[in-house]
């Protein structure tokens, strides 16, 4: 198969003006110029994309599928996070499992119309697992596990582990099992330790909610606040009295204690982050999940994403759930990542780096860089076609002086025209716009495709 469009992202070196691709056998074979990829693959059905671009698929690093159900439902401007979950157990608990599970349908579908190729998704039950099979994406499923009474953790260890291990029986190459322990204040040390000690042993990944709120910061470095008096009494986890985190000062520096953080471990959130975090995060090589809309959404506040970047950490977006969010659209969630640092960090964040981050970076944190994240000779075929803003199909003046080869060296006339494809696919593209999603070669969603022989 040879897909063929106007301009190719690649997101690995700068953008490709009339080119095409060469799939076999799920792999991206050739890449170049279309007419000489068409001539030298003559027998081979050609897709051409008019007016679009093609480029990575989208990865989203963090996800709540069964909570898609719950959409607008939770919402109040003076709701604090605490207060915010406690409603959502509620109100999971008064849902039908009916209604739970075609919320996570459509909330697969959404994202897969939206170009999400990679999913990263936290699941109570694993059931997400068998949903998200039947449509070939890609992405991780995460039994999430909480219990902060240690005096139970082993009899709650052994029933999640027969469900892991149940789950893993129906893992595929694309779709794999990984653990996430909800949080440092709803996880006890001891499931803590047999969490970690069976995910490195069976070389699972793992992925907490930490630092999210200023909340956790002062229940963890203080011992008070609205979690020890509020959320631990609802669980009746307030009766657990050893002293957990001893003179840790924050999140990261207790996890750093308990060996949790590596590269296999995907942070999610990091909302509040000091400088003693970041470099610790940074000498672990711990990847991190942002989730912009999210965040501002329940009010906790905003992630230092350009402070996380400069440190080098691989950060990641994810959209959180619709219990917190009002869409899985991954350009949603870029979108609002670039206005938004665009204008913290004055101007420093580029369309670039955001879309860096929903594909290569998402990527290298659930390291599948070796298969997804860029459009390059050897990878699997995670592709999406997207449709340029109908306002404008030249997308920038620089379009007929832009390259026509994979070239990986700039000057400032490439640069100005690269700058242009990120923004104007950033800022512009609406759902409509996806035309095609490519999974490992094959076609999982499509509008108005039309083949050229």
């Known amino acids: 198969m040879i897909l063929s469009a106007e301009i190719i992202l690649p997101v690995s ?54 909570l898609t159900a719950l959409k607008g439902r939770i919402f109040n401007e003076d709701t604090e996070l605490m207060h915010w979950i406690l409603r959502l157990v509620d109100e999971k608990k008064a849902t039908s499992a009916e209604v739970i599970s075609s919320g996570s349908e459509k909330g697969i579908t959404e994202a897969i119309s939206t170009g999400t190729t990679t999913i990263s998704d936290i699941s109570t039950n694993g059931e997400s697992l068998y949903k998200l099979k039947k449509t070939g994406i890609r992405g991780i499923v995460y039994k999430e596990l909480l219990n902060f009474d240690d005096t139970k953790a082993l009899s709650y260890w052994k029933k999640a582990i027969e469900d892991i291990e149940s789950l893993r029986k129906d893992e595929t190459a694309l779709l794999s099992i990984g653990i996430s322990p909800h949080s440092p204040y709803s996880v006890s040390p001891r499931l803590l330790g047999l969490i970690q000690g069976y995910a490195e042993k069976e070389n699972l990944k793992l992925t907490m909610h930490v630092s999210e709120s200023r909340e956790e910061i002062k229940f963890i470095s203080e011992d008070k606040g609205p979690i020890k008096d509020i959320y631990l009494k609802r669980f009746k986890w307030d009766k657990y009295k050893r002293q957990v985190f001893g003179d840790c000062k924050s999140p990261v520096e207790y996890l750093e204690k308990e060996g949790l953080l590596s590269p296999e471990f995907l942070l999610v959130h990091g909302v509040h982050l000091n400088n003693d975090d970041i470099k610790r995060l940074a000498r672990k090589g711990v990847p991190v999940v942002h989730c912009p809309r999210s965040n501002v959404f329940i009010g906790v506040g905003v992630a230092p994403f350009y402070n996380l970047i400069s440190e080098g950490i691989t950060v990641g977006l994810g959209t959180d759930s619709c219990a917190s969010n009002y869409t899985l659209n ?124």
């Not at 800022?427 to 409509?432: A, F, I, K, S």
């Open 13 to 66: 070196y700068l953008p490709i003006l009339n080119a095409a691709i060469l799939i076999e056998n799920g792999r991206i074979r050739d890449i170049g110029i279309k007419d000489e990829i068409i001539n030298r693959y003559r027998s081979h059905e050609l897709m051409e994309f008019k007016d679009a671009a093609l480029m990575p698929g989208l990865i989203n690093l963090h996800a709540h599928l069964e």
């Open 330 to 453: 991954m350009w949603d969630e870029m979108r609002f990542a670039y206005l938004l640092h665009n204008r913290i960090n004055d101007k420093k964040i580029t369309a670039e780096d955001i879309i860096m981050a929903a594909t290569i970076n998402g990527a290298k944190a659930l390291g599948l860089d070796d298969k997804t994240g860029t459009i390059e000779i050897g990878k699997e075929a995670d592709i999406i076609a997207v449709r340029f803003p109908k306002r404008d199909t030249d997308i920038c003046p620089v379009r007929k002086q832009a390259p026509s080869e994979p070239h990986k060296t700039c000057n400032p006339l490439k640069d100005e025209f690269s700058n242009g494809v990120y923004r104007d696919l950033l800022l512009h593209t609406v759902p409509n716009d996806i035309i095609m999603t490519m999974v490992a070669g094959k076609v999982i969603y499509q509008k108005e495709l039309k083949d050229v022989n």
